[in-house]
């Protein structure tokens, strides 16, 4: 884990042994020799910020972690951090934004790095309502939203595999950004019921390539299709943690349902 004050070398050792990769390995990859590499690591060498930014960008790093290696090592950071209510990332808010209202009459989402809910369409109704205030009080978690006992896990038709696939896709974040906040919502999440080993999947044309939600509103099964976008070239710390989950009917009747669900309503608090 990264904490402030730490060498920059401990923090490059740290995350090389964290991608499984030997010295050999990343100096082979970042154009640098095994012996200069060592020296880094062991504090024996001061690496300049431009060698810094190779090799974090070759261990795939989050742009707050370089930024943190680049302050380790006497440097400034590379990558600005701002409001996503700041003037600069005024381009990014109307992208979403068209993505967000032209999504409508189907749910859209815009999460941060850590799953918290930032802006949504009016559609998301569907999956908050009844949720008590505690889940829905911002800063809102959906995946906390999602498998919480009181949040929408009761009416997903197919919670053991939705619950799995969550989990999983939360433990590989967790993983590839050494993220401490996603470890401890991993751990929570994994705490709460749902794991019927026994429940027998439910299998139609959808589920044979993709693992759909499928959702109770009412009396009926909704069926869905998951989408993730994220901005492709982010040099903002901010923007590098956004992505918009989209849902899509997957069927004709949901499809049918939510057309006929749609009506003006306030969007979801972002936090």
Not at 1 to 19: F, H, I, K, N
Not at 38 to 46: I, N, Q
Not at 96 to 107: A, K, M, N, S, T
Not at 147 to 160: K, S
């Amino acid at each position: 884990m990264t904490r402030p004050g730490r060498p920059v070398g401990e923090l490059l050792r740290d995350w090389r042994r964290t991608r499984g990769m030997s010295q050999l390995d990343l100096s082979i990859e970042a154009g640098v020799s095994a012996r200069h590499l060592s020296f880094v690591e062991t504090g024996r060498s001061r690496p300049s910020p431009e060698l810094i930014l190779r090799l974090a960008e070759q261990l795939e790093m989050p742009l707050a972690e370089r930024n943190t290696m680049l302050l380790a090592g006497g440097y400034a950071p590379a990558y600005p951090s701002h409001e996503l209510s700041d003037p600069e990332l005024a381009p990014v808010r109307a992208a979403v934004r068209q993505i967000l209202d032209g999504h409508c009459p189907y749910p859209a989402v815009l999460v941060d790095q850590h799953w918290h809910l930032v802006d949504a369409n009016p559609a998301v109704a569907l999956f908050t309502a009844g949720a008590p205030p505690h889940l829905v009080t911002p800063p809102i978690n959906v995946l906390r939203l999602s498998l919480h006992p009181d949040g929408m896990a009761p009416r997903i038709l197919n919670l053991p595999e939705w619950r799995a696939h969550l989990l999983n896709r939360l433990r590989q974040q967790a993983a590839t950004t050494n993220d401490p906040v996603l470890y401890d919502l991993h751990e929570e999440l994994r705490g709460y019921p749902g794991d019927d080993a026994h429940a027998a999947p439910i299998s139609d044309a959808v589920s044979r390539v993709v693992i759909p939600l499928r959702y109770r509103h009412n009396d009926q099964a909704l069926s869905f299709v998951s989408t993730t976008t994220l901005f492709g070239t982010p040099l903002d710390v901010t923007v590098s943690g956004l992505a918009i989950e989209a849902f899509f009917p997957a069927d004709p009747a949901t499809t049918e349902t939510l057309h006929t669900l749609a009506t003006p309503g306030a969007r979801p608090s972002p936090r």
